[in-house]
């Protein structure tokens, strides 16, 4: 491996793909961007395999000085490499569930997926900063493109809603980087890590990063465009949205708030947890109302990334290994259930939860695998939703037991709506028969469920495979946050500082071997 740019190589090969789509007719551009994927796919696999754990911190890394303060340097740690994999691996199935689907401008429609894969693996990998704001930023633009062209009706008032919030949130964010390079000297982000800000500006930066990446989680309440450019994105759009660019603001917090701002972020903790909190029930509590699926699950998707928010803000190995499980799982999870409601999407041409009923009868393959997605949706012990939110819920319980408690209210009422959901789809007696007179899944169909049912149940039976590229640069996060200013304890949503917390139970500790 030494010596191959496989990084470039991982982006060159979707993007030169997508250059060949735009001028292909359909069928050669959908055999194009299935076979592009799955390439970047087995280069994604040779990375993973590649990646020594334990070695040094920043790998494979590529470095060219194109312009003065401007690199093109790229590299990864065991957190950009997990989230690469998944953008990978998502990328072939939604090429599958667009096969059929997508009939109008087809070599267009895969051109921006393959574009898309460039521009998230870029983000990912990205060691200078003005590098990854141009990943970051160019992101909108494909995703805007497949809602605005290949949506549903109300397609151009969610496309704009979708790239207006995402962007003026952004604009803050540059003006901040602006300013941390010429206080700092260096535009590298492994530098400005290290870096010591005044703590003074550390509150400014921090506030204007949270501004754009807050909308990308989205966290309450800049939530709401979240599920007007699901319903309206067709099926392959909305895997890829909560799949991965949701992941765009979690992996904002883990790279650039809590290392670059660790005072402004102990600071500014009881803020996310307060907006977590909000998001966690009111969201979770509009769910149960929706009678559109998309909807539904567009809502489950803010309450579970509010656990991930709260994990990341807990300031300990737990929550901070919670949170990105949390991602990883609630990518795989959400966008399976976002292609089970494809899959009848595609048959009957409606999300609308009244209208199905009894599937489990003629279609038991569907409803099986549309069951397992819902278990770990909800945290069933076993898939890979127990395991994120578990350690999340571990790691925020020894930060704040108020928060820890709501965070918990929010699994119980996920298990309500998605139960509520499935019973509606798949039990009951059907009513309609066009509903009834359903086809079960097709071999297309399977290829998509199968790998991601598989990474589902493997995460959740050993989730070590996917802990382990990742501890270190965790601990070093933690090392590096753990001496930030803590929090005041009269603020009722933190608990005591870690090293009072510890003073305290060595003081009881030693009063009661006194009374003794």
Same mark, same amino acid.
């Given at each position: ?59 494979? %890394? ?37 096969? /059929? ?15 898309? /894969?460039?521009?998230?693996?870029? %983000? ?274 020894? %930060?704040? %037991? ?103 139970? /060595? ?5 009661? /071997?006194?009374?003794?």
């Amino acid at each position: 491996m030494e010596g191959l740019p496989i990084l470039s190589l991982m982006m060159l090969v979707p993007m030169l793909s997508a250059l060949v789509c735009l001028f292909s007719p359909a069928g050669l551009a959908r055999m194009v961007a299935l076979v592009a994927t799955l390439v970047t796919f087995a280069l994604g696999l040779i990375l993973w395999s590649n990646y020594e754990i334990g070695g040094a911190q920043w790998q494979f %890394t590529e470095r060219a000085e194109l312009f003065a303060g401007f690199s093109y340097a790229l590299g990864i740690d065991g957190i950009a490499l997990l989230l690469i994999m998944l953008s990978v691996f998502l990328m072939p199935i939604c090429i599958l569930a667009s096969w /059929e689907a997508i009939t109008k401008r087809v070599g267009e429609y895969m051109a921006a997926f393959l574009f898309m /894969e460039v521009l998230m693996i870029g %983000t990912f990998a990205a060691q200078d900063i003005f590098l990854f704001y141009v990943f970051f930023e160019a992101g909108l633009i494909p995703m805007y493109l497949i809602i605005g062209v290949w949506g549903g009706d109300n397609r151009i008032y969610a496309s704009y809603k979708f790239f207006l919030y995402t962007l003026i949130g952004s604009v803050l964010m540059l003006i901040a980087m602006f300013w941390m390079v010429a206080e700092a000297g260096t535009s590298d982000i492994p530098a400005l890590m290290q870096y010591d800000f005044p703590a003074q500006a550390q509150t400014w930066l921090w506030l204007a990063f949270f501004a754009s990446f807050a909308v990308k989680v989205p966290m309450w309440p800049l939530h709401t465009w979240l599920p007007d450019a699901h319903v309206q994105a067709p099926t392959a759009g909305s895997v890829i949205l909560a799949g991965v660019l949701l992941k765009l603001g979690g992996y904002g917090f883990i790279r650039f708030s809590l290392p670059m701002f660790p005072e402004a972020s102990a600071q500014f903790a009881w803020l996310v947890f307060a907006l977590s909190m909000v998001a966690v029930v009111y969201t979770s509590l509009v769910a149960l109302v929706q009678a559109d699926m998309k909807k539904l699950i567009a809502y489950s998707s803010v309450a579970h990334m509010a656990i991930v928010t709260v994990g990341l803000f807990a300031f300990n190995v737990q929550g901070l290994e919670g949170a990105m499980i949390v991602m990883l799982s609630h990518g795989l999870v959400s966008g399976a259930l976002f292609l089970c409601v494809g899959v009848i999407y595609d048959r009957l041409h409606t999300r609308e939860i009244a209208r199905y009923g009894g599937l489990a009868i003629n279609m038991p393959y569907y409803a099986l695998f549309f069951l397992l997605f819902t278990m770990a949706s909800i945290g069933l012990p076993g898939t890979s939703g127990f395991v994120g939110e578990f350690l999340s819920l571990a790691g925020i319980y020894q %930060t704040s %037991t108020l928060v820890a408690l709501v965070s918990t209210t929010g699994i119980i009422l996920g298990a309500a709506y998605m139960l509520y959901l499935y019973r509606r789809v798949a039990f009951g007696e059907q009513k309609n028969a066009d509903a009834a007179a359903m086809k079960d899944m097709t071999f297309r169909e399977w290829a998509m469920m199968v790998p991601i049912s598989a990474v589902v149940l493997w995460m959740g039976v050993y989730p070590e495979s996917f802990l382990a590229p990742m501890r270190a640069d965790i601990a070093a996060l933690d090392a590096r946050i753990s001496v930030a200013a803590p929090p005041s304890d009269s603020n009722p949503l933190m608990g005591p500082p870690r090293e009072h917390a510890a003073n305290h139970i /060595e003081h009881s500790a030693s009063h009661k /071997e006194g009374a003794h």
